[in-house]
């Protein structure tokens, strides 16, 4: 028997939601989206450096950098636009979405984090979006981790949620504003022979 923490109501982990070969079409189409837009450590306003290395496809990318965090219709690195969100993307999507409560979805915005061996996400409260009555949805590829839940207060002790390729991690109605972050990756548990770390598809609807 395995037992896995309870996520709080409002949020919703759906395991092995998806197939390897699906897996292997979104990590496929994550690196087309990467030889557009690379994958580059996006930087806080104060200096510091996210661990993981970032990149975006959709109407919008959320980045930060000196001039602080936002979401942008152009990838501020080259002033193009972000590359469209990949077919493969939006068919996982509403595969996924089909039974749930968010089966109406509709993200512009798809941030790719990468994790490689030591990197981490700090617990964060997603609110730079225009409406907070959508959800955030994530994707995981490759290497396990920690995906931690907390409160609505950063001090708040979060549960930590172990998400796998191919697992999909709904947090919307009473969880959308929880703060969560990931604590640590698993290095060498990724099940896909082209990806060593963690990718996590992060949808939303930004504006
Ligand atoms: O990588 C993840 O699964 C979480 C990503 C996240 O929390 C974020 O990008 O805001």
Known sequence: MSLFPCVPLGTLHIRASLDQSTQTNLLNDAFKVSEEAPFSHA???????????????????????????????????????????????????????????????????????????????????????ANFSQPIITISLGAAADFLIGGFARSDKPIAALVESGDVLIMGGESRMRFHGIRKIYPGTSPLPDLEGRLSLTFRKAT
Request: positive net charge; proline residues 6%.
């Open 43 to 129: 930087r806080t306003k104060s200096g510091g450096v996210y661990s993981a290395k970032m990149t975006n496809c959709g109407d919008v990318g959320w980045w930060s950098d000196a001039r602080g965090y936002r979401y942008t219709a152009v990838d501020p690195r080259s002033g193009i636009p972000w590359p469209r969100i990949p077919k493969s993307f939006n068919e996982a999507l509403k595969a996924v979405l089909s039974e749930t409560d968010e089966a109406g979805f509709k993200p512009d915005a798809c941030l790719i984090n990468h994790y490689t061996a030591n990197a981490k996400m700090g617990l964060h409260q997603d609110k730079d979006e």
